[in-house]
């Protein structure tokens, strides 16, 4: 059972906005960074957001993270068809010692 | 350029033991941990456990532990997952990914993932 609380499925159209959400306790979320990270079909995962709201070189700005107390968001604005993909949200654990992650998002643009 | 590179795909009869090696190039290995993340058909990721290279400490999911040792070669700048007594549920794809302790960078650089079937 996947520790951090996210949607199992979003959807929107080209061009649109779509937030993704992630929600987790004050031992991660809380009081640790937020990572995000798309995984394309047949591909292993890639970070998109660190630190909350950190972009990686490459990473096209269209994709954005917020937090807020115990909850997270990734936003991706102008949505493409190649943003069709699974995305996860990861956060350190204090009381395990260790990451925990969300249970992913699959993103499907209509 | 920085990268993790994995062994190559296995089959596994039900109780064998399973090692999976992680080659990092590209940057001072030592100076990161090594996470390994595993997917099951279909299914989401799953957090196994990290070592750091830099001292070797390890930290394992609970479900795994018992079963699972991470280790870490530094003058080859590898690490290697075993998985002793492999089930039918043991079938996916297993990655490893670089991080910083606390996640403050996320895990910033993965493997193509190595392949795994446990199968009689």
């Known amino acids: 059972q996947p520790v951090l609380t996210q949607p199992p499925s979003a959807s929107g159209t080209p061009g649109r906005r779509v937030t993704i959400s992630c929600s987790g306790t004050s031992s991660n979320i809380g009081s640790n960074d937020v990572s995000w990270y798309q995984q394309l079909p047949g591909t292993a995962p890639k970070v998109l957001i660190y630190r909350n709201d950190h972009r990686p070189s490459g990473v096209p700005d269209r994709f954005s993270g917020s937090k807020s107390g115990i909850s997270a968001s990734l936003a991706i604005s102008g949505l493409q068809s190649e943003d069709e993909a699974d995305y996860y949200c990861a956060a350190w654990d204090d009381n395990r010692g260790s990451p925990v992650l969300g249970g992913g998002t699959k993103l499907t643009v209509l | 350029q920085v990268q993790l590179v994995q062994s190559g795909a296995e089959v596994k009869k039900p109780g064998a033991s399973l090692n999976v090696s992680c080659r990092a190039s590209?940057?001072?290995?030592?100076?990161?941990?090594i996470n390994w993340v595993r997917q099951a058909p279909g299914q989401g990721l799953e957090w196994m456990g990290w070592?750091?290279?830099?001292?070797?400490?390890?930290s394992y999911a609970q479900k795994f532990q018992g079963r699972v040792t991470m280790t870490t070669d530094t003058p080859t700048s590898t690490a290697y997952m075993e998985l002793r007594g492999l089930k039918s549920d043991d079938t996916a794809k297993y990655y490893c990914?670089?991080?910083?302790?606390?996640?403050?960078?996320?895990?910033?650089?993965w493997g193509q993932g190595t392949t795994v079937i446990v199968s009689s």
């Open positions: 990914a670089r991080g910083l302790q606390y996640l403050t960078s996320g895990l910033d650089v």
């Open positions: 590209g940057y001072a290995f030592s100076g990161y941990s």
């Open positions: 070592i750091s290279a830099y001292n070797g400490y390890t």
